[in-house]
Structures are given as structure tokens and as C-alpha cells.
T-cell receptor, first 114, second 110 residues
Framework: ETGVTQTPRHLVMGMTNKKSLKCEQHLGHNAMYWYKQSAKKPLELMFVYNFKEQTENNSVPSRFSPECPNSSHLFLHLHTLQPEDSALYLC?????????????FGSGTRLTVV | TQLLEQSPQFLSIQEGENLTVYCNSSSVFSSLQWYRQEPGEGPVLLVTVVTGGEVKKLKRLTFQFGDARKDSSLHITAAQPGDTGLYLCAGVRNTDKLIFGTGTRLQVFP
């Protein structure tokens, strides 16, 4: 498998549920990212991991909790979300954190909070 | 404050027409990237421009980086329905952060 794979593709969850989004890349990239894409808003950077270490937390609420067990896998744990958290969550990876080679994005998880 | 403004926001054209999308900022970027995102998918990198004044061509797409490295444009010649999608510019500043533009949604009708 090549590229960046995200699962699930779609997720509907209640505000009291706990769920996790998964991202996997086998490109040999060292940096991984979570982005939130909402309607009518630019892509919002949430978290950055470089060599498994979190280097950026862009003022994200604590109901979003990232985990990076190794350089190929990235998770986003979700709990007690709000309806306004409904969005497309995109995972991306890059060869290095300077972004000089561009990002490879997954297809995203379309999240709906009810 | 949005650092990268794209215009137009929406564009609907007929197949065969030409178009230009703009990406503007008051900030200087060390490089700038363009992505295209199709419905239900993540953005896909089209090109990276690094040098002020640089022009790159990708088939019918022409990308230009402004001389001052504050702006960029994407010109599509003879648009086709397959060009439909959301076009995103993204700038790299001196820090290691990639900043995405507001996006231009293009619809090309047959």
C-alpha cells in the first residue's frame, strides 16, 4: 500500500461517544499532521509530529487527543465532541517538517457529531 | 487574519475557456505550493515554486511565483471538466509551518 490511508472514511458519533481516527503512511516520511477542513474555512492545522514527537499543538481543545506510536501511524482520539466539530479531518505526511517537498494527504475522515 | 487570500472564491466556466486563480499575501514566503482537492478526497500536490519570478508548467497549468515571493497565480488553458475541484495555495514561511489559502472552487461544465 502506498500513500496515506485514513480510516474510517465516514464517522457519525454522539456527543458522549469516544472514537479514534487512524492514519497510516508507508512513504518513509518523518513528519505527520492532522488538519481540520470545515466548510467556508481554510484548512486548519491541528497537530504536527516530527519523528514521533509532537512539535505543534495549534490551540486545539483537549477533547481532541493525538497519538503517534511510530513514524508510520498517527491517531486522533475523540471524546465529548460538539456539533461544531463536524468536519473533514485530514491526515498528511511529509518527508521533513520544512515542507519543502510538499505534503501527501489522505482522503480524510468525514466526521459528523450528532 | 488570513495570511493567504485566494481569488476568486468560486469560478464556473465552460469547457475550453481559460482562467486564472490568484493567491495573495502581505507576507513573504520561502516557497509556495499549489494543491487540487477533488470531492471526497484529500488535496494533491500539483507544484512547488521556490524562486521569486519562477514559472512552472504542468501540461495546461501554468504557475507563477511573484517576484517578491508574496503572491502566486495559477493559469489554466482550455479548461476541461477534469479540472473541476478546489484549488489551494499554501505558503511556507521561515518557520516550519505550511499556511493554506482560502481556496478557489472551480467548476468546468462540458
Amino acid at each position: 500500500e502506498t500513500g496515506v490511508t485514513q480510516t474510517p472514511r465516514h464517522l457519525v458519533m454522539g456527543m458522549t461517544n469516544k472514537k479514534s481516527l487512524k492514519c497510516e503512511q508507508h512513504l518513509g516520511h518523518n513528519a505527520m499532521y492532522w488538519y481540520k477542513q470545515s466548510a467556508k474555512k481554510p484548512l486548519e492545522l491541528m497537530f504536527v509530529y516530527n519523528f514521533k514527537e509532537q512539535t505543534e499543538n495549534n490551540s486545539v481543545p483537549s477533547r481532541f487527543s493525538p497519538e503517534c506510536p511510530n513514524s508510520s501511524h498517527l491517531f486522533l482520539h475523540l471524546h465529548t465532541l460538539q456539533p461544531e466539530d463536524s468536519a473533514l479531518y485530514l491526515c498528511a505526511s511529509s518527508q521533513d517538517p520544512t515542507q519543502s517537498y510538499g505534503y501527501t494527504f489522505g482522503s480524510g475522515t468525514r466526521l459528523t457529531v450528532v | 487574519t488570513q495570511l493567504l487570500e485566494q481569488s476568486p472564491q468560486f469560478l464556473s466556466i465552460q469547457e475550453g475557456e481559460n482562467l486564472t486563480v490568484y493567491c495573495n499575501s502581505s507576507s513573504v514566503f520561502s516557497s509556495l505550493q499549489w494543491y487540487r482537492q477533488e470531492p471526497g478526497e484529500g488535496p494533491v500536490l500539483l507544484v512547488t515554486v521556490v524562486t521569486g519570478g519562477e514559472v512552472k508548467k504542468l501540461k495546461r497549468l501554468t504557475f507563477q511565483f511573484g517576484d517578491a515571493r508574496k503572491d502566486s497565480s495559477l493559469h489554466i488553458t482550455a479548461a476541461q471538466p477534469g479540472d473541476t475541484g478546489l484549488y489551494l495555495c499554501a505558503g511556507v514561511r521561515n518557520t516550519d509551518k505550511l499556511i493554506f489559502g482560502t481556496g478557489t472552487r472551480l467548476q468546468v461544465f462540458p
